[in-house]
């Protein structure tokens, strides 16, 4: 169990600049979310994956935003255009897909827009 | 919808002092609780979960929580701190999102400051 593993850590980009992050789940993890957590606020549910279906998009998750998990394993979240108002920490979490299983988090990537 | 308040967004407690973090949920059903603990930086670690039975849930390091229905809470508690337990503390409840599923709606926070 090596963990949830995200990539890049840390992502500095212009406004305008489109950017793409990297979730590797633990191996045998069928469920994949995405949150995103800004400045003292708690993490806020993006969107979610079972295997490689999107099954569920938070209303915080504009047309800039996509997300895809194309063969059920690791995901991608682009943003497109960034703006400022999407600096914050996007984390990455997966479970098993038991009824009762929790959520591991990753360490995040914390993308600054300037 | 479901929610989560944490009405301590910081608390300072002494080294060796006895320490409760308060949590409480609104959602309709039988909800799954959580706590997580988040160090500068750092993603979130899961220290307890409660889905049913007892409802008092003990975690790791030493924290346990006590689901209370009546009160809609959940509050976090540990006898003793360390001074490593500085970091912030998320309460979560997780509400289904089809079938078996469930996603997580946190609270905002409880940064807990250990004093020497």
């Known amino acids: 169990d090596t963990g949830v593993s995200q990539d890049p850590r840390h992502k500095i980009t212009k406004r305008g600049q489109n950017v793409t992050f990297r979730c590797d789940p633990i191996?045998?993890?069928?469920?994949l979310y995405w949150y995103r957590q800004t400045l003292g606020q708690g993490p806020e549910f993006l969107t979610y994956?079972?295997?490689?279906?999107?099954?569920?998009k938070s209303r915080l998750l504009s047309d800039r935003f996509s997300a895809e998990r194309p063969k059920g394993s690791f995901s991608t979240l682009e943003i497109q255009r960034t703006e400022q108002g999407d600096s914050a920490m996007y984390l990455c979490?997966?479970?098993?897909?038991?009824?009762?299983?929790?959520?591991?988090f990753g360490n995040g990537t914390r993308l600054t827009v300037t | 919808a479901q929610s989560v308040t944490q009405p301590d967004i910081h608390i300072t407690v002494s080294e060796g002092a006895s320490l409760e973090l308060r949590c409480n949920y609104s959602?309709?059903?039988?909800?799954?609780l959580f706590w997580y603990v988040q160090s500068p930086g750092q993603g979130l670690q899961l220290l307890l979960k409660?889905?049913?039975?007892?409802?008092l849930v003990q975690g790791i390091k030493g924290f346990e929580a006590e689901f209370k229905r009546s009160q809609s809470s959940f509050n976090l508690r540990k006898p003793s701190v360390h001074w490593s337990d500085a970091a912030e503390y998320f309460c979560?409840?997780?509400?289904?999102?089809?079938?078996?599923?469930?996603?997580?709606?946190f609270g905002k926070g409880t940064l807990l400051t250990v004093n020497p």
């Open positions: 979490a997966s479970s098993t897909g038991q009824g009762n299983s929790p959520l591991h």
């Open positions: 191996s045998e993890h069928n469920r």
């Open positions: 994956f079972q295997n490689e279906a999107q099954l569920e």
């Open positions: 959602y309709g059903a039988t909800p799954y």
């Open positions: 409660y889905f049913s039975g007892d409802t």
């Open positions: 979560a409840v997780g509400a289904e999102s089809g079938g078996s599923n469930y996603k997580l709606t």
